[in-house]
C-alpha cells in the first residue's frame, strides 16, 4: 500500500536544478512529507520535511502544493555529489509510527 | 558516539550458520529501526523499538530473524540459519521519539555463502 508515487530515475545537468516530484494523493491531514536520498553504499541521508508550508534548509528546498496531494524537491544546483536515490515518505508525527521507504527516484546528475 | 555505530560492517558466513549484527544507537534517541537492502534494492522495513512499547515486528521476513533491544538502546538483529537470499546491508536507524527524523548507520554488510 504505497502512499507515494516517484519516477523511477531522472537525469539532471550538473550546475542546473533538479526537481523531483512525489506524489502523495491520499495523504492524510496529520501526515509530513519527508525527503532522504541514499548515495551508493551508504545509509540513507535526510534532506527536509514539511507539513504544508514550502521549506528550505542547506541543502534542498521543498515544495507542497496547496492541496498537499503532491510536492516536488529541489536541488538548486546539482551536483555530481547529488547522485543519489531519494525517497519521498508520508508520515504521522506519532511516537508509535515507523518509517517505511517506498523505490524512490534515482537522480543521476551528468557533467 | 556522535552517530549511529553498526558492527560488524562486513561479515561473510556460511549457509546455516546463525549471526548477530549490533547497532549502537545515537545517545538519548528512544526509537531503533532495522531496515535490509538487498542489492540494488529499496529498503525493506524489519523492525522498529519505541521506548518501553512492544516492538513493531511486523516487518521480520520468517521466524529465523529476531531483535532485542536491552536497555533501551544497544540492539541485536539475529538471523539463524542463514540462507544465501539473506544476503544484504543491513541498516539501523535511531530517532529522538518515533516522531522525529531518523539517522541512519552506515549498515552491516551480510553475505551468505
Known amino acids: 500500500d504505497a502512499k507515494t508515487t516517484q519516477p523511477t530515475s531522472m537525469d539532471c545537468a550538473e550546475g542546473r536544478a533538479a526537481n523531483l516530484p512525489c506524489n502523495h494523493s491520499?495523504?492524510?491531514?496529520?501526515?509530513?512529507v519527508y525527503w532522504y536520498r541514499q548515495i551508493h553504499s551508504q545509509g540513507p541521508q535526510y534532506i527536509i520535511h514539511?507539513?504544508?508550508n514550502n521549506e528550505t534548509n542547506e541543502m534542498a528546498s521543498l515544495i507542497i502544493t496547496e492541496d498537499r496531494k503532491s510536492s516536488t524537491l529541489i536541488l538548486p544546483h546539482a551536483t555530481l555529489r547529488d547522485t543519489a536515490v531519494y525517497y519521498c515518505?508520508?508520515?504521522?508525527?506519532?511516537?508509535?509510527?515507523?518509517?517505511?521507504f517506498g523505490a524512490g527516484t534515482r537522480l543521476t546528475v551528468k557533467p | 558516539g556522535a552517530g549511529v555505530s553498526q558492527s560488524p560492517s562486513n561479515k561473510v558466513t556460511e549457509k546455516g550458520k546463525d549471526v548477530e549484527l549490533r547497532c549502537d544507537p545515537i545517545?538519548?534517541?528512544?526509537?531503533l529501526y532495522w531496515y535490509r537492502q538487498s542489492l540494488g534494492q529499496g529498503l525493506e522495513f524489519l523492525i522498529y523499538f519505541q521506548g518501553n512499547s512492544a516492538p513493531d515486528k511486523s516487518g521480520l521476513p520468517s521466524d529465523r530473524f529476531s531483535a532485542e533491544r536491552t536497555g533501551g538502546s544497544v540492539s541485536t538483529l539475529t538471523i539463524q540459519r542463514t540462507q544465501q537470499e539473506d544476503s544484504a546491508v543491513y541498516l539501523c536507524a535511531s530517532s529522538f521519539g518515533g516522531s522525529n527524523t531518523i539517522y541512519f548507520g552506515e549498515g552491516s554488510w551480510l553475505t551468505v555463502v
Open positions: 514539511g507539513l504544508k
Open positions: 515518505i508520508v508520515r504521522v508525527e506519532d511516537n508509535n509510527n515507523d518509517m517505511r
Open positions: 491520499t495523504i492524510s491531514g496529520n501526515e509530513y
Open positions: 545517545s538519548g534517541h528512544t526509537a
